[in-house]
């Protein structure tokens, strides 16, 4: 089946920095998301990205299809932006194909 | 707003009970999924439904684990003669239709543990 790498696993910022998040996947697919999944265990929808590139304030991603990876830009970060990061791909059914995530733990 | 819910938000019980958690959709998505989730990992797919079919199962979905969506609704998932492995975060999610076009929003989940 369709393999999603997160890079990195851990990540630790002080606040204002910023900061890349990468996902590599191994197959074409229909469908790809960002999550944010706060310490309440809440999974919050950030990007539907299959291609192409959009910004939503500090946040932005680009998914290039034809290499397979997409990239989550966080700027300016602020502590409220901790927790786990997911891509997450469909590639046919509809069902999604997680990563492990990355931690990110942003510091007063 | 009336985004995906999940009841009850904790459940805790003792090996060997069964457990019913209800996933309540956005109204107007057909696609239902329930996803499961354990510590330090990401969710990984149990189940889906469109309308009231299921039409795809994880082997994760053992014979203790069953789904329903009767009235292409909301939907239960039940686990029979729990096992301290169940202990995990169950999630669902809906979609209207699939493929492109089509992103999937979670609910805030149902955090079972088992004693």
């Known amino acids: 089946g369709i393999q999603v790498e997160q890079s990195p696993p851990d990540l630790i910022l002080q606040e204002g920095a910023n900061s890349t998040l990468r996902c590599n996947f191994s197959?074409?697919?229909?469908?790809l998301q960002w999550f944010h999944q706060n310490p309440w265990g809440q999974l919050i929808n950030l990007f539907y990205?299959?291609?192409g590139t959009k910004q939503n304030g500090r946040l932005s991603a680009t998914t290039v299809a034809t290499e397979r990876y997409s990239l989550l830009y966080i700027s300016s970060s602020q502590t409220t932006d901790s927790g786990v990061y997911f891509c997450a791909v469909e590639k046919t059914g509809g069902k999604l194909i997680f990563g492990q995530g990355t931690e990110l733990s942003v510091k007063p | 707003d009336t985004g995906v819910s999940q009841n009850p938000r904790h459940k805790i019980t003792k090996r060997g009970q069964n457990v019913t958690f209800r996933c309540d959709p956005i109204s107007e998505h057909n696609r239902l999924y329930w996803y499961r989730q354990t510590l330090g990992q990401g969710p990984e797919f149990l189940t889906y439904?469109?309308?009231?079919?299921?039409?795809?199962k994880s082997r994760l979905l053992s014979d203790r684990f069953s789904a329903e969506r009767p009235k292409g609704s909301f939907s239960t998932l039940e686990i029979q003669r729990t096992e301290q492995g169940d202990s995990a975060m169950y999630l669902c999610a809906s979609s209207q239709g699939h493929g492109v076009g089509q992103p999937q929003h979670f609910g805030d989940g149902t955090r079972l543990s088992i004693l």
């Open positions: 439904f469109q309308n009231e079919a299921q039409l795809e």
């Open positions: 990205i299959p291609s």
């Open positions: 197959d074409s697919v229909n469908n």
